[in-house]
């Protein structure tokens, strides 16, 4: 075995390790299952300390790639890991929750995370508005299961590719009007598509999109 492949090796053991090690140290503290409900839905802590609080929306969104590509595995490709988590409001101000690794199917050599379908956060009663995810890849735009109308639960999904690019689905599940995609360029969001079949969730491109 060569130098590089040793050192590469070692550097995908590492980040094995570490991932694992998040996830000992967070299940049942920062995220967890609710075995007492149908399905054993995912909640997660909050908030999340990493991620400043804001009257803005988007001052969070723009927190969360930073914070989250320095997460275990989070840019490690096929080695990688995929988490998932929620932005809520609380009295005027919106948070991040903790990230969850929790999967679909543990053993599949595919990447995924579930969404939460709660968020606990001691001081009271909170309101969910979006959920977010990462991809451990570069180059990795919102895929169509992921912009999927059966799987959206929330007012708005933010996704985050190893490379940081940021794209946002605003599916309007229940509204008479298409799904719209927006991507973060320089602290602004550009639509690049709309989703006509939310059922497929196709992605029709804005051409005029710069």
Not at 166 to 180: A, K, T
């Amino acid at each position: 075995m060569t130098n590089r492949s040793m050192a590469l090796l070692a550097l995908l053991l590492a980040s094995g390790c570490a991932a694992e090690s998040y996830y000992e140290k967070g299940i049942g503290k920062w995220f967890g299952r609710d075995p007492s409900r149908i399905g054993s839905p995912v909640w997660v802590q909050g908030p999340w300390p990493e991620i400043e609080p804001s009257e803005d929306r988007d001052q969070v969104i723009d927190q969360l790639c930073p914070a989250l590509m320095h997460m275990p595995a989070a840019t490690a490709g096929t080695h990688g890991q995929e988490y998932c988590g929620v932005i809520y409001s609380f009295q005027g101000r919106y948070y991040a929750s903790w990230p969850a690794p929790l999967r679909l199917d543990p053993t599949s050599a595919g990447k995924d995370c579930i969404v939460p379908n709660d968020v606990r956060d001691n001081r009271g009663r909170v309101s969910v508005v979006g959920d977010y995810h990462t991809h451990p890849w570069r180059r990795s735009p919102m895929s169509e299961k992921d912009r999927w109308k059966a799987r959206q639960r929330y007012s708005f999904r933010v996704q985050m590719d190893a490379a940081c690019t940021v794209q946002m689905l605003i599916p309007h599940v229940h509204e008479d009007r298409p799904g719209e995609i927006y991507e973060r360029r320089e602290r602004r969001w550009v639509l690049i598509g709309h989703i006509y079949d939310k059922d497929s969730g196709t992605i029709s491109p804005i051409k005029e999109a710069p």
